[in-house]
């Protein structure tokens, strides 16, 4: 009997588990569907609005600078989001909140960089740290060569 309601219950959630599955895999393909759509249509506006800034200035240049000019602010656009997507969410800047770039020319600046420092050097009777001192040790007289020491 005890074994039987175990079958049930455990049957019971593994049916649970499968219809909730497919019902977060149903609501994912539609989340995913939705972004390629969204995508889509950005890719698009993207196209018209480049399509408009190169005959706004072919008004003023000729036609293949218009285009070169729409193509190089495209390009600086693309390294800007590039740049960003690469920098680590919840750190805007550098080390230490410093700009990382040049507002006047528009361009990243490089974030500075400091040495490494060496530890500090202790002599050889210093201390250790966070402890005692050891007791300096007696010179020894130096010893001549011809003669033994007898431990009198």
Known sequence: MD???????????????????REQTAKGRRTARLYAGSGAAALYAGAAVTAFLVLVLDLALPAWAAALVAGIVLSGVALALRQAARRPAGRPGAAGGAPTHNPELGVPRAPSVTPPTAPPVTPPDAAPPGGVPAPPVPPTAPRSPGRVHSGE
């Open 3 to 21: 074994t039987n309601l175990s079958e049930q219950i455990a049957q019971a959630v593994r049916e649970t588990l499968k219809d909730e599955l």
